[in-house]
């Protein structure tokens, strides 16, 4: 094993994060010394860990030299002065700034001027929890995320007197530990809590709108575009006590920035106690740990099916009818549609409205599709109603599209429907960061797909369903709803065209 570049590390807070923080170092072949003001605490700590261990063991993960060696590694402290010869402390306790700047102006009174302390902070600012230290050149933010041991990425974050060196160091002890560090500037959110404002942030106005429901937003986001979990069952898990503060913390920490606004939708049910699985009822209830899903709608019994008209101007128009003709519709080429014909819009960023509005259709017979992620790459299709849409349309559309068995999600009329709302917010925050140049766009991609679980990196989505598609959705999404949220970022209007992942750096 590699020697430590900390061989004694110290670690202030034996919760959940400190724990996990203490087993990673430990496998790692420090000696880790846990100290928590609260009586008892640093020993539970420890036989925790040491349990969690012990099961590995008893699967055949580890063996039994490593299960003792390990445990020998951690021990308890009652005092903080007992981390007097640490060289590297590492603090995880309540995200409250006063108590974190008084646990560190002890630890420094305690610890060598040249030892470096760090805070395991995922919402406050290093650069203020170091205000009042007499080095702050040797303290960093180092953000590892729950459950330690298997979420493999930490951000390392330098406040405006760090010393880069240390940064460095902190990166390979992270590489020693087995995980992988990602650079940030000492931003609102940092890297990973700051990218995650679009999935979810865009998921609740999408549900404050009325458009659709809670299970059927994360099913469609699961089953088009890829992602683990919705994003309600991913508030679910991480408990809104947690998620509602970070993003009302990021919010005001950007003065207000419209694309971070907070929905009352999460305050509501943070206020009534419905934070999550934990407590057993979130968006979802829980029984048993499994959460308690509502049906999938029926698919409508349809004696005949109309004729189809497609709109000429349809994203996809070739696969849409392609994809019709392989359902088996009735498929009419004029250039208008018949009085009878169901009517099939494609638009990327505008409503049905606005596009039946444009092209004088009847509204009464006009429905559209999302095909912004093309139809052969997903496993749902999500048709979208107009106000004026007559329920023998809506029916007929979704027999229809669902006639080969794929999943079919029928939603409410929006700008950019569902998919699209969604994919083209994250994307143009995550084009933000690097416009802003929060980290480097390597480490946007590293730490959103380890951090948040995405299919793919933030850039790499907006490569694979194109920048410049994206851009159009933005645009026209601004134009219906006149909000400064939807502004395509500077950097994905110049980078569309070349590429967002690229390797090349700017100068």
Not at 185 to 209: C, K, M, W
Not at 235 to 250: K, Q, R
């Amino acid at each position: 094993m590699t020697t430590p570049i900390y061989p004694l590390v110290g670690l202030v807070g034996t919760g959940a994060m400190g724990r996990g923080i203490a087993q990673i170092a430990a496998q790692g072949g420090c000696q880790v010394l846990l100290f928590d003001a609260h009586s008892g605490a640093a020993e539970a700590a420890r036989s925790a860990v040491q349990a969690q261990w012990q099961r590995l063991q008893d699967k055949g993960r580890i063996t039994e030299e490593q299960l003792h060696a390990w445990t020998a590694r951690l021990q308890p402290v009652t005092d903080m002065a007992a981390l007097k010869d640490c060289r590297l402390v590492v603090e995880a306790i309540v995200e409250r700034l006063d108590i974190k700047q008084a646990v560190f102006a002890q630890l420094e009174a305690v610890v060598a001027p040249d030892a470096v302390l760090v805070s395991n902070t995922s919402s406050l600012s290093v650069t203020q929890i170091a205000a009042s230290l007499q080095h702050p050149e040797r303290f960093a933010g180092l953000h590892f995320f729950n459950p330690v041991p298997l979420m493999k990425v930490v951000e390392v974050i330098a406040g405006l007197k760090t010393d880069p060196a240390i940064c460095t160091a902190l990166a390979q002890a992270a590489r020693q530990w087995g995980h992988q560090p990602v650079q940030a500037q000492d931003t609102p959110g940092f890297i990973v809590n700051h990218a995650g404002r679009g999935y979810i942030t865009e998921a609740l106005r999408i549900v404050s709108e009325g458009v659709a429901d809670f299970a059927t937003i994360d099913r469609i986001l699961r089953d088009q575009v890829g992602f683990r979990l919705g994003p309600f069952e991913l508030l679910d898990l991480t408990a809104l006590d947690v998620s509602h503060p970070v993003m009302e913390a990021i919010y005001r920490q950007y003065y207000d920035e419209p694309r971070f606004r907070p929905n009352v939708i999460t305050a509501q049910r943070l206020a009534g106690g419905m934070v999550g699985k934990k407590v057993g009822q979130g968006f979802y209830r829980y029984e048993g740990g499994v959460a308690q899903l509502p049906p999938e709608p029926a698919v409508p019994c349809v004696a005949s099916l109309p004729p189809v008209w497609v709109s000429p101007r349809a994203t996809r128009y070739a696969e849409l009818c392609q994809l019709l003709r392989d359902l088996g519709a009735q498929l009419e080429t004029g250039a208008t549609p018949s009085a009878q014909a169901l009517i099939v819009v494609a638009p990327l960023g505008w409503d049905v409205t606005s596009a039946a509005v444009a092209e004088q259709l009847d509204a009464t017979r006009a429905l559209g599709i999302d095909l912004l992620v093309e139809d052969s790459a997903t496993r749902r299709r999500v048709l979208v109603t107009n106000p004026a849409t007559c329920a023998a349309m809506r029916d007929a559309a979704h027999a229809l599209f669902a006639r080969d068995g794929k999943a079919v999600s029928v939603v409410r009329d929006s700008a950019g429907f569902v998919t699209q709302r969604v994919l083209a917010t994250i994307v143009n925050i995550a084009a933000d960061m690097c416009q802003q140049r929060i980290c480097s766009p390597q480490d946007l991609e590293t730490g959103v797909t380890l951090g948040l679980g995405y299919p793919l990196g933030p850039l790499a989505m907006g490569d694979r369903w194109g920048p410049e598609r994206l851009v159009q959705v933005l645009r026209h999404m601004q134009s219906v709803y006149g909000d400064p949220r939807y502004r395509p970022s500077p950097w994905l209007h110049r980078r569309g065209a070349l590429g967002l992942s690229m390797g090349h750096a700017e100068v």
